[in-house]
């Protein structure tokens, strides 16, 4: 019998957990078990999730540093309403609606990524973070004095105000300032079980796969990967699209949760965020973004009992886990601990698989 490599164990073991964290909470949810505050945290979370998995293909897996990963997301948002609302009339079903309004945010967010990504690659560590940010913030402005509408005639786009649209009985999706309004609520907790899920397909196939190898080959030594035919540039965008694309998918999921999406929801704190998660998790770790991602998204909702002090709690607890993931006296300490649980379950295993024989 053929025995699974480990990269191929780990990656089932961070399927299990995703589909296992779903089952229960979609159990409790129909049980009744859950709040309603934390029933309405669900889809943030799972979007919370994707964008720590995306992000860690161009942070942990390239080794670039990128700051405007909320700006795929508000692409992504934006675009994948306007699709959504202008399919109303023509698609009835409202998961395909939906899923037609977040393939659309990723295909705009992936060419957002690819026009982006062609000048700003060239640059390295600190420069393209900040090209990065400000590329966020561009976007966030350009929402801004966005006015979009759809009637009969078709789409209506201006920089002035709806009146300007000229639209004769038609809807107005985005107003300027206050961004999306009027947003069909489409998101479930299970289209946000599909999507991590196939951002995990997608990214752990890229790790595995040879385009993966080149890729992190250049992160570890660039000029090495180019002395072996290995286009640096190439793999960099690749691997900087990809993750665009998924971050918009995630934004179009996140947008059509609400009713209403302004542009300020994708400002330079949710890039720092999404940032946070895969640090803490650690980078290029994809189970631990996971975990980080969902923890801290619950975190401010568990200590909301604390009033005042809630997000001062939160910050202490992001800082003592930064401290204690390099300790390594801490990390030894806790391997210990682990490993003779490890022992009496590979025991029990192997003792199972004789009485099989």
Do not use: W
């Amino acid at each position: 019998m053929k025995t699974l490599s480990k990269n191929t164990k780990n990656n089932l073991l961070t399927y299990a957990l995703v589909i296992v964290a779903y089952v229960v909470l979609q159990s409790m949810q129909a049980a009744g078990a859950l709040s309603r505050s934390f029933s309405g945290q669900l889809v943030p979370i799972c979007v919370y999730i994707s964008l720590a998995i995306s992000l860690n293909l161009v942070v942990g897996v390239s080794g670039e540093l990128s700051l405007g990963h909320a700006g795929f997301m508000s692409v992504g948002a934006f675009s994948g309403v306007i699709v959504a609302v202008c399919l109303k009339n023509a698609v009835a079903n409202d998961v395909l609606r939906l899923i037609c309004g977040m393939l659309g945010g990723a295909a705009v967010a992936a060419f957002a990524g690819f026009l982006i990504g062609i000048p700003v690659l060239r640059l390295r560590g600190d420069y393209l973070a900040i090209v990065t940010l400000a590329f966020g913030e561009i976007i966030k402005n350009v929402v801004n004095i966005l006015y979009v509408g759809v009637d009969a005639k078709g789409l209506h786009v201006s920089t002035v105000s709806t009146d300007a649209l000229g639209l004769v009985d038609g809807t107005v999706i985005m107003n300027g300032p206050m961004g999306a309004t009027g947003v069909p609520q489409l998101s479930s907790f299970f289209m946000g079980f599909v999507l991590i899920m196939v951002t995990l397909f997608i990214v752990l196939s890229i790790i595995g796969s040879r385009q993966g190898r080149a890729i992190m080959a250049a992160r570890d030594n660039r000029i090495a990967a180019e002395s072996v035919g290995i286009s640096v540039s190439r793999c960099k965008l690749t691997a900087f699209v990809i993750s665009a694309a998924l971050a918009g998918m995630a934004g179009a999921l996140y947008a059509m949760n609400y009713s209403t999406v302004a542009a300020k929801k994708f400002d330079f704190n949710t890039s720092i965020l999404v940032l946070v998660f895969v640090v803490l998790g650690g980078m290029g770790n994809i189970r631990g973004g996971i975990i980080a991602a969902a923890v801290l998204t619950v975190l401010p909702e568990l200590l909301r009992s604390m009033q005042d002090y809630r997000m001062l709690v939160y910050a202490i607890v992001l800082i003592l886990v930064m401290l204690g993931r390099n300790n390594a006296t801490l990390k030894n300490n806790l391997s210990r601990l682990v490993k003779p649980l490890t022992g009496l379950f590979r025991k029990g295993a192997a003792a199972n698989g004789k009485e099989g024989d």
